[in-house]
């Protein structure tokens, strides 16, 4: 977290970025804690303690679903019958996959573990919301180093009463750090902020009904898993509800009084 932050907070101060007002400062620290602390942090918890993949992707099966009913209190976003029904159709095709998955685990689910998980949903829901109603407050780099800033100093205390700090210096390890800090943390965090403020909560969260069934081809192409046609079907029933959902949004009350 440390790493990413200070990277993108050079990258900003090289490209004269616009700089950060107390407001942005506080709502960055909100959104880090939430969407990169709790969420991460509650997966790698939830992983530890022995969740199977299966439910590991239903956690971003779920996400998309609790976002929708909560933007529409929160936010007051409304979606269509035909966005609802995308939405519907997303869990399908989650549920499809997971099925497929749990198939294949062996073992139960502590109780740790599913108190993480649920802690998990909660905090990338409550981000999501977050910096969807907050974002136009925050520049993007500087934002985003902050989000990163704050969440690393939760886990970093969290870390200290939890586990011991140790670090093997391989070529895995370094592959990892670098594609944690260049591909996530950098590439796909900054895109996931980029579509929150062009695009609602309930929209965003859609795109990850796809996750579960890709990470399964994906697991397939690199790792030999097993890919039946189960998680294939899924996948095809979540890119329709994804497509569906990301339609044209219904106007909101406050802009149809506009």
């Not at 499809?96 to 689910?109: H, M, P, R, T």
């Not at 981000?127 to 690393?152: C, I, N």
């Not at 390890?173 to 900054?190: D, E, H, I, P």
């Not at 690199?222 to 569906?244: Q, S």
Request: proline share 2%; net charge positive.
């Amino acid at each position: 977290m440390f790493i990413a932050a200070g990277l993108l907070w050079l990258i900003a101060t090289a490209m004269r970025a616009p700089r950060m007002t107390r407001e942005a400062w506080s709502a960055a620290s909100i959104v880090g804690v939430f969407m990169h602390a709790i969420y991460l942090g509650g997966v790698f918890v939830a992983i530890d303690n022995g969740l199977p993949s299966g439910l590991s992707a239903l956690i971003a099966g779920l996400h998309p679903v609790a976002t929708s009913v909560a933007a529409r209190i929160f936010l007051r976003e409304r979606l269509t019958r035909k966005q609802i029904f995308g939405v519907c159709l997303g869990l399908i095709g989650v549920l499809a996959v997971v099925i497929e998955k749990l198939q294949d685990a062996n073992g139960g689910v502590t109780k740790t573990a599913m108190i993480a998980m649920i802690i998990s949903i909660f905090g990338l829901t409550i981000g999501t919301l977050v910096q969807r109603a907050l974002g136009k407050e925050m520049p993007l780099l500087r934002g985003t180093a902050t989000q990163y800033l704050a969440s690393g100093v939760v886990l970093a205390v969290a870390s200290g009463f939890s586990e011991q700090w140790q670090f093997s210096l391989t070529r895995y390890t370094v592959f990892s750090m670098l594609w944690a800090v260049v591909v996530l943390s950098l590439g796909a965090v900054l895109l996931m902020m980029t579509l929150l403020a062009r695009h609602t909560a309930a929209k965003v969260s859609s795109l990850f009904f796809l996750t579960p069934a890709l990470s399964t081809i994906e697991g397939a192409i690199l790792f030999d898993e097993r890919l039946g046609a189960l998680a294939v079907v899924g996948l095809v029933i979540a890119i329709i509800g994804v497509r569906l959902t990301m339609q044209s949004t219904a106007v909101t009350p406050d802009a149809s009084t506009a």
